[in-house]
């Protein structure tokens, strides 16, 4: 109780718990359509619109949130960390600059001049943009961790695989940010076109980032910084 009371406190928070019931529910429609569970389809359905609706009212704003902090990114020593973060921070704003696009059309805020599809395509191709300057950050953390316990030597090549491995699973950070890129970026290639998936493993996978999204919250010490 105490930990939902800690996430429900903060709106990233809010936000992680109301994500990660979106893709539940999603995940159960997907089930109840493959006849694996039997449920009645509309109340599944109604309640996945209704915590999306809720969702896109906390993100609005999100966009000035994401381009602020780029500012703070001057403050990092290391040169790749600082550009990776800054790529990925301006990805974000330009996937948040796109959603904000389509949630107020779609409240009939804006006119038809903005084109939905136009727009959701954009979006996604920004956040992958995002999550691959993630991704290359996880593996540029990991090899400097290796390098720093002297297991990565310049003349004998890289560390061995598994010599990798027990790192990752020592570097928590590491690990959970590395969980959360790789589950929100199986959702933004399938959103894409790029791979096929069914319906019911881009709902898991939403539920994974979005756990793994969670925890530094509560825990911070699995926040990579």
Not at 91 to 100: I, K, S
Request: glycine share 6%.
């Amino acid at each position: 109780m105490e930990t939902l009371v800690r996430l429900n406190g903060q709106r990233a928070g809010r936000d992680k718990l109301f994500r990660t019931a979106q893709f539940a529910l999603k995940l159960v429609n997907s089930l109840n359509k493959a006849h694996l569970i039997g449920l009645d389809p509309n109340v599944a359905s109604n309640l996945e619109k209704t915590v999306s609706e809720f969702r896109k009212l906390l993100r609005l704003g999100t966009f000035f949130d994401s381009l602020y902090s780029i500012r703070g990114v001057g403050n990092i020593a290391d040169p790749t960390v600082k550009t990776l973060t800054t790529v990925s921070r301006f990805a974000l704003a330009g996937f948040l600059f796109n959603d904000h696009l389509i949630i107020l059309r779609n409240k009939g805020v804006l006119g038809p001049w903005v084109d939905l599809k136009t727009c959701a395509s954009s979006s996604y191709r920004w956040w992958l943009v995002a999550l691959i300057a993630g991704i290359v950050r996880d593996w540029y953390e990991l090899n400097k961790a290796l390098k720093a316990k002297k297991r990565y030597d310049r003349h004998k090549g890289p560390a061995k695989l598994d010599e990798a491995v027990e790192e990752l699973t020592r570097r928590k950070d590491i690990l959970n940010d590395f969980v959360k890129n790789v589950g929100d970026m199986t959702m933004a290639l399938s959103a894409l076109g790029y791979i096929e998936l069914p319906s019911w493993v881009a709902a898991f996978a939403g539920i994974v980032s979005s756990v793994a999204g969670a925890i530094p919250i509560i825990d911070p010490t699995y926040k990579l910084s």
